[in-house]
């Protein structure tokens, strides 16, 4: 009879809880694990399809550190996401349940609990979310993605890891990402613009505000975000709603990015050598971005400028305070994934 050894994986709520799950898909089949997502939205559903992972979807509500009444009925998803993450792992047995974060993962975590399954867990911002603190609890470790997160975990739990990037993002092609922007001229750098998963008004309205200003500086390529995308044609400028497969052309043909500060574009940007110039977002989070942001300045990767005062004069200080580094060399490491395949093969 075949050893069972099946991970879980859980996260999700934006593509940041679900992307450091596809970089570390490769070391897990490298193991010979099998794999089962257990998640509750139709992106994190698309995500794992596109790479082969069976998938099992749960209730569950979003958790806010704020008084709402939607609080009262998010607590009875959670629960019957509890009862339905127990009844899934009673089937299936798996060895560990490795998590992302996000409130998705909350009833996986706590069902594992309860049924002695081991339970790894990964944070990829500085400073733990609340779904991050109750998992926290519940784990045999906590991996975080900056060493100064330190501080927020039981030295008996945490472990600096880094933040898994995806491999392939080091592989694209420069000729490749200039073609399928249309660009012919190559004698002005390439500014990256991208808010995240979902796109970013602030951002997008700064580039149509300064159209011209940034075209004669640079070629511009920009990730709106669906539904986002003006279909504005211009020479030097190439919009996209989404990016998947392009990314890695797109990243070998940047010099300089624009950005919200999402723990996983930063270290993807930072993994690449791109300079940053950072718009954290701050209205309706918890801040989280803002300190990304700080600690990438202080590492010297980035110059931050905040949504309040962001406008051409702004953008540009901090442009020429960063160096538009040399793009020919492009260091890839892969420390984030050994450190956490390291943590989850105890358990197989």
Known sequence: ??????????GGGT???????????????????????IGSHAMERNLMSMHGVAFVSIASGKLRRYFSWKNMGDVFRILLGVLQAIWILLRKRPRAIFSKGGYVSVPVCFAGWLLRIPVVTHESDFSPGLATKLIERVAHRVCYSFPESQRFFPREKGVYSGNPVRKELGEGSREEGNRLCGFSDTTRPVLLVMGGSLGALALNEFVYAN???????FRVVHITGQQKNRDLVREGYRAFSYVNQ?????????QLALSRAGANSLFELQALGIPMILIPLENGSRGDQVENADLMVRAGAAQMVRQATLTWDTFIGGVERLPLRNMQQRPHVDGAQQVIMKELRKFF
Not at 1 to 10: A, C, D, E, G, S
Not at 246 to 254: G, R, V, W
């Open 1 to 10: 009879m075949k050893p069972n050894k099946l991970l879980v994986l859980t």
């Open 211 to 217: 159209m011209d200003a940034l075209l004669a500086r």
């Open 246 to 254: 392009e990314l890695p052309h797109l990243y070998a043909t940047t």
């Open 15 to 37: 593509a940041g809880h679900v992307m450091p799950h596809v970089a570390l898909l490769p070391y897990f089949r490298t193991e010979g694990w099998d794999l089962l997502y």
